[in-house]
């Protein structure tokens, strides 16, 4: 059985695609779900149903996956550990919440391969940008852990550069809120919302959807930024066919 036959077909076979080559950043906290800490089975198996649905309908998809939900390398150095350690921990989760992608998108029969910056054969492959479009091309989805392998870097910027590498139309990046706000839209009911920004708007503004460096690597080299809420499911598919409501940043 295929992807497509895991999900509603009626679903997948109709608007065309928008985005053919798609670059998703997922946080470790949408793994997380309501838990508090760790891996939410359920929820990581809805987020890997939405991939399959958007693979089905002909993407060639690459994922980006975060830490925060097991270790934060910020969150420890701001405790008193060497940062370069405490990013090489945070890093390691990532690794962890990669494998847990890839199991749940194999649930749904969705190929996949997990591509780890840092060198562990024993584990996953190790990221090598021939391998990594080999694997696009033939339509595995690929999970790419351990940032870009070197402390200081967030996955944010991890997500741009593996989405300039692999040549992606766009980079997606899957939050909790449906857009990027003036303010904290939970705790702020007058936050105005933007359907539209450009790059060095989110830059002087300090909108910190994602950090500087991402937003300047996008910005010099034409990659779209897509912020979309991951709560509603099927969302993805829609922000392929650009349907969805979520601020474009270009």
Known sequence: MSAAH??????VMTTPLKYKRLLLKLSGEAMMGEQGFGIDT???????RDVAEAVAAGCEIAVVVGGGNIFRGLAGAASGMDRATADYMGMLATVMNALAFQ???EKHEVPSRVLSAIPMPTV???YVRPKALHHVGLG???VFAAGTGNPFFTTDTTAALRAIELGCNAVAKATQVDGVYSADPKTNPDAERYDKLT?????ARDLR???GAAIALARDNDLPVLVFSIKEEGNLLKVLRGEARCTVIE
């Open 103 to 105: 199991s749940a998108l």
């Open 199 to 203: 790059y060095s708007e989110v830059l």
């Open 42 to 48: 359920a929820v990581t198996e809805r987020l890997a």
């Open 140 to 142: 595995r989805v690929v």
């Open 6 to 11: 895991c999900i509603d077909e009626s679903s």
């Open 209 to 211: 959807v994602m950090d």
């Open 124 to 126: 996953c492959e190790s």
